[in-house]
């Protein structure tokens, strides 16, 4: 089979490039901190229905009422049950505080508008 070059060819690769762009880490810092840190628990939807999410009792975060400084304290110390288990550990070493800022906002978004 043969394919043949049409001009709609660069338009088909621009819309492509402008309906990705958006989904790529790369292009969005908050979203690939967000997968690298925080989805194993919190799944990429952020609603925790992961098997580790589970097991840790991660919360849905398009439930969460927590204010951005409670998200921020959240993030960078981490939670732990009443016996002091860690539930979630503490990022304040493995993020800057720009990551951990945009993260704030980047969870928000999981909520319904």
């Known amino acids: 089979m043969r394919l043949r070059s049409s001009a709609s060819s660069p338009v088909l690769a621009v819309i492509v490039l402008l309906v990705f762009a958006g989904r790529c880490p790369a292009a969005e810092p908050a979203a690939a901190a967000f997968e690298n840190q925080c989805a194993a628990c919190h799944g990429l939807d952020g609603k925790a229905h992961t098997p580790a999410g589970r097991k840790a009792g991660a919360k849905d975060l398009s439930e969460s009422k927590l204010t951005d400084a409670e998200i921020t304290r959240q993030i960078r110390e981490g939670s732990k049950d009443k016996r002091r288990v860690t539930k979630m550990p ?8 720009e990551e951990i800022s945009s993260l704030v906002t980047y969870v928000k978004s999981f909520r319904p508008h």
């Open 90 to 97: 503490a990022f304040a070493e493995k993020l800057t505080a």
